[in-house]
């Protein structure tokens, strides 16, 4: 059958050949990518249980090994439906090749992000979950590529920070932390009696598991305009440091308005002259 001089029943069969194979294509796709992310999971999994790996960096691990495993499926995919138009691929390669050099002497930017991100991966620099500091940002690592790394701050902004910008990696994750605590009493109060009480509860927070050494008085830190300022130091498990200070304050509040110790307030002296 012809129609405007095209075999009609030769053109069907050709594209719905075609179309058969990019939706089987598809299908294979659909399974295969969600199959191989699950056994990249289950891998890392095993390995970090018979290896002792830190869950930190398995996560870091799988994060970017799941960004690789999609780049290699994506272009592979691109690789067949090429092939399923019966396109040439050596001409196609050598043109991307040409066009990539010529992309890469404008791009030192993007190769640098790379090499970056390798050594950052390789040093163990950061790892997912980890409270950092670096190139202006400070929050939690949610994910390290090998050209951006995704760093959430407290107030729930997600940075995407390149990687050649990462310079000064400060990691608040590594080991115990210090909780720090000044408090201010007046001029007027006992300050023996003032820590006393405040060893007194230092004592009770060092039955506190959040503590692995300390809380302890050092005693005093220093002079204000109206306040002698006495100093509370301990190490706890890391990132637990800003709630025990919130609760050592709130018993150091509690415990000097049981004892009569005042904590001072700025004051207002308003002076009248009369002529």
Not at 3 to 9: P, R, V
Request: hydrophobic fraction near 45%; charge should be negative; charged fraction near 20%.
């Amino acid at each position: 059958m012809t129609l405007f001089g095209i075999d009609l029943t030769n053109f069907i069969d050709t594209y719905l050949s075609i179309a058969i194979k990019i939706i089987i294509l598809l299908i294979a796709y659909a399974i295969v990518s969600p199959l191989g992310k699950k056994v990249i999971t289950k891998a890392l999994a095993k390995t970090a249980t018979r290896e002792s790996i830190s869950q930190a960096r398995v996560k870091t691990l799988e994060k970017l090994l799941l960004n690789i495993y999609t780049y290699i499926l994506i272009f592979v995919f691109i690789t067949m439906l090429f092939g399923i138009f019966d396109l040439e691929l050596g001409p196609l390669l050598a043109t991307a090749g040409v066009l990539g050099l010529a992309i890469g002497f404008g791009a030192q930017g993007l190769v640098s992000d790379i090499v970056t991100g390798f050594f950052i991966l390789l040093e163990k620099q950061i790892e997912v979950d980890e409270y950092v500091s670096t190139a202006g940002y400070s929050g939690i690592v949610e994910e390290i590529g090998l050209r951006t790394t995704k760093i959430r701050s407290f107030d729930g902004t997600l940075n995407f920070i390149p990687n050649r910008q990462m310079e000064g990696v400060s990691n608040h994750s590594r080991g115990t932390m210090r909780a720090l605590v000044d408090i201010g009493i007046s001029y007027d109060d006992n300050i023996d009696h003032a820590m006393s009480v405040l060893q007194k509860i230092c004592d009770e927070f060092q039955q506190d598991e959040r503590f692995v050494e300390g809380p302890d008085v050092l005693g005093v830190q220093g002079f204000g305009s109206s306040e002698v300022v006495l100093r509370i130091l301990g190490r706890t498990e890391n990132m637990q440091q800003w709630a025990a200070e919130r609760d050592i304050r709130k018993r150091i509040k509690e415990e000097f308005d049981t004892n009569g110790i005042e904590i001072p307030f700025p004051h207002q002296v308003n002076i009248t002259k009369q002529s």
